[in-house]
């Protein structure tokens, strides 16, 4: 209706008297029709993104980056004082239709779920942490506790309670069958964006993960987390690369195709600057030929004291 106003009005702007006037009610006609493009155009694109906002929030207050932004530390105490904000987030993914969710575009859905995933890891962590508190406060650091706490972290990851996308999910599902199902996003960077709540996990980010960001957020945290020498080195003497057991437990994520990639030691080339230290340990990594040995995972808890 507006467009053919604007035609009529158009049609009628002829007589050489009025020509300043009608020009200069054109030009503001036009410019009126611009702004109401630009309105239609950014309402749509907002309609196809998630308001990460509150995870955002509760990200910067209460993790805690380390070690040159290499590693993080949470305050789950805090975050249990804060835990309504948590759940009224969590309650937000949880509302999100799966045909919504299908007309985002990749990069949107993947960090809808990172989010998702890390955002409910957390919760689940709130919910057992005087069990942890309890265990970590009157029992020895022996071999038996690591084993009970590293089975509760394991077996928490089984547990179905999370309603998303009109399922009922895990936290294992989430992760196999969604993120890292073949043909859905084929993207192995997604490993250091993933936090399990513990020490061995590559840094839970003190912000939430966009659509718009992603690209640069994945590589980011990839190179952070290569840069870590506690998990990821190149032993120079014995000519071999250790690195996180992460990368075997999902190796074929990164043997998979990515940039044409179908090895481990391609990916690690790939990223000489972030792991190696010296001009032979760059040697090393750039003849794909280092031997490479997997260094155990630390499950304890990474958690601000």
């Not at 380390?66 to 305050?75: D, E, F, G, L, T």
């Not at 009922?168 to 989430?174: P, Q």
């Not at 003190?206 to 190179?223: P, W």
Request: hydrophobic share 40%; aromatic share 12%; glycine share 4%.
């Amino acid at each position: 209706m507006l467009i053919e106003s604007g035609v009529r009005f158009i049609q009628t702007c002829k007589a050489p008297d009025k020509f300043h006037e009608q020009r200069n009610t054109l030009m503001a006609f036009k410019r009126l029709l611009l702004i109401m493009l630009l309105s239609i155009t950014t309402n749509a694109a907002s309609a196809n993104r998630f308001d990460h906002m509150i995870w955002d929030g509760l990200l910067r207050e209460y993790v805690y980056m380390i070690n040159q932004k290499q590693a993080s530390q949470v305050n789950y105490y805090g975050l249990a004082l804060n835990h309504g904000q948590l759940q009224k987030y969590l309650t937000k993914l949880s509302a999100v239709k799966k045909s919504d969710f299908a007309d985002w575009d990749q990069s949107e859905q993947l960090a809808f779920l990172i989010n998702a995933y890390n955002a409910f890891t957390v919760e689940i962590i709130l919910r057992s942490y005087s069990s942890i508190a309890t265990l970590r406060a009157y029992a020895p650091v022996t071999l038996s506790w690591k084993s009970r706490l590293i089975s509760m972290m394991k077996n928490q990851r089984e547990l179905e309670f999370i309603s998303l996308l009109g399922e009922l999910l895990s936290l294992n599902e989430i992760e196999n069958e969604m993120i890292r199902k073949p043909g859905n996003y084929n993207e192995p960077r997604i490993h250091f964006a993933l936090n399990r709540a513990s020490i061995g996990c590559p840094a839970l980010l003190n912000r939430a993960y966009t659509g718009m960001e992603l690209e640069q957020q994945l590589e980011t945290a990839t190179r952070a987390f290569l840069s870590d020498r506690s998990r990821n080195r190149v032993n120079e003497e014995a000519e071999k690369l250790e690195v996180s057991e992460i990368f075997d437990w999902y190796r074929e994520d990164f043997e998979r195709g990515w940039r044409r990639w179908s090895g481990l030691a391609q990916f690690f080339a790939h990223y000489r600057d972030s792991l190696a230290d010296t001009p032979h340990a760059h040697e090393l990594l750039v003849s794909e030929n280092a031997e490479i040995q997997f260094l155990e995972f630390n499950w304890m808890l990474n958690e601000k004291q």
